[in-house]
């Protein structure tokens, strides 16, 4: 298979993925990558984060205790990843199998669970982008402290790149459910439009909403 089609050519990626009956293999290789890369680009954040929080609250805490919260902060931000991209794959294979039945589609959910792990593609292409988002960030906070991911800076950064990474995955869901599950496109692209436009309206709600 050409994997690298599913960046420019989704459509005849998933075709023949359901041809040649993909195995799970490459969508672990996905998952993986995407652990890695978040965790990677959470490393310089982490350590800012983690003092800032402190100093946040350090009138409220003993020096023990400051040192517990360090730790727990500074770790807790690194092995999210671990955590939250494999829940995540599970959670959004779920809904989108789910809502495609609403729409007649027909098929495994392993098949589903394969090819929702590509949605994670624009993560892991887009990774620079967001080390960089990463970096300014952690000078704002380094800076400010934890206020500092209050700036409007910060929520404008996470908001586009939030937004960018979303519109790409719901093209790659659009296409994975129009294969795994038996769809035309057009109901294809409805599915995958109700768990996008809920992930987009919780990013812009944060940039909009007083803080």
Do not use: C
Not at 40 to 52: G, L
């Amino acid at each position: 298979m050409k994997y690298l089609e599913v960046i420019y050519n989704p459509d005849s990626f998933f075709r023949n993925a359901l041809e040649e009956g993909m195995s799970y293999k490459p969508s672990i290789v996905v998952i993986i990558l995407t652990i890695l890369i978040s965790t990677a680009s959470t490393i310089p954040f982490a350590e800012v984060y983690a003092r800032a929080t402190v100093e946040a609250i350090s009138t409220q805490i003993s020096s023990d205790q400051t040192e517990v919260v360090y730790a727990m902060t500074y770790y807790l931000t690194i092995l999210s990843p671990l955590f939250t991209v494999p829940i995540l794959w599970i959670v959004i294979s779920a809904v989108l199998h789910g809502i495609s039945a609403l729409f007649g589609g027909k098929g495994e959910f392993s098949t589903t669970l394969k090819f929702t792990a590509f949605s994670y593609v624009p993560v892991i292409v887009l990774s620079p982008l967001s080390f960089i988002v990463g970096m300014e960030i952690a000078s704002i906070i380094a800076a400010e402290g934890v206020q500092g991911l209050m700036s409007e800076t910060v929520k404008i950064a996470q908001a586009s790149t939030g937004t960018l990474t979303t519109l790409w995955q719901m093209t790659l869901w659009t296409f994975a459910i129009k294969y795994a599950r038996s769809l035309p496109t057009k109901k294809a692209l409805y599915v995958a439009l109700i768990p996008g436009a809920v992930f987009l309206i919780g990013i812009w709600l944060s940039l909009i909403l007083p803080t």
